[in-house]
Structures are given as structure tokens and as C-alpha cells.
Nanobody, 121 residues
């Protein structure tokens, strides 16, 4: 069990930047990989970025490649998503989730409530 709380969302003009944070409260935060997802009303949840438990491996959605950097500080129990050159189509609720799978494909079992990102044109 881990509780995740996102912050850092807001309203930004196209081309601007935001830094999102995902803070975990569980004592085993550093045992979980963390993923970021975007939720848009009426559409399927979309994977945005992920980082392994140690921070040694990252991956990003093709639609946002080159504009994202995900990192983590396990001392602070925090995962950060730096978002640059934002576009209106990046708008959505950004949610972080903890991967509880011990091997194989990730399974995101615990989810935060999300933070709203709105990019104006």
C-alpha cells in the first residue's frame, strides 16, 4: 500500500513548461516503479512516462518524446515529470501510479487523484 499525491499542474500557454510532482507516503516507495498517465474525458487513459524503482531506466510516450524528463528522488519519495514545449493536445489530468509487479510487464496498482494540466493556444 502506498498513497500518491500529485501537484504542479495548472494553466500554461503553448510552448510553456510545467513541472509535476508525485509524492508517496508509503514506507516502501522505493520498491515501486512509477508511471505518469494522462486522462481526458471520453478517451482512454494514455501512458505518458515511466521510471523504474531505482531510476536507472525511463521510457516516454512517442507523442511527447523529447519534451519530457522523468526522474525520482527516493530520499524525498518523489517522482518529478518535467514537461517542456507544451501543446494544447497535452491538456488533461495527469495521474501518477505505482507499479507493484515483481517481474514482467508493469501493473499499476495504486493511483493518485491527478493534477489538471491545461495548455492554451
Amino acid at each position: 500500500q502506498v498513497t500518491l499525491v500529485e501537484s504542479g499542474g495548472g494553466l500554461v500557454q503553448a510552448g510553456g513548461s510545467l513541472r509535476l510532482s508525485c509524492v508517496g507516503s508509503g514506507r516502501f516507495f522505493d520498491r515501486y516503479g512509477i508511471g505518469w498517465f494522462r486522462q481526458v474525458p471520453g478517451k482512454e487513459r494514455e501512458f505518458v512516462a515511466g521510471v523504474t524503482k531505482s531510476g536507472d531506466t525511463t521510457r516516454y510516450a512517442d507523442s511527447m518524446k523529447g519534451r519530457l524528463t522523468i526522474s525520482r528522488d527516493n530520499t524525498k519519495k518523489t517522482v518529478t515529470l518535467q514537461m517542456n514545449s507544451l501543446k494544447p493536445e497535452d491538456t488533461g489530468v495527469y495521474v501518477c501510479a505505482a507499479d507493484t509487479a515483481i517481474h514482467g510487464p508493469p501493473f499499476y496498482d495504486f493511483w493518485g487523484r491527478g493534477t489538471q494540466v491545461t495548455v492554451s493556444s
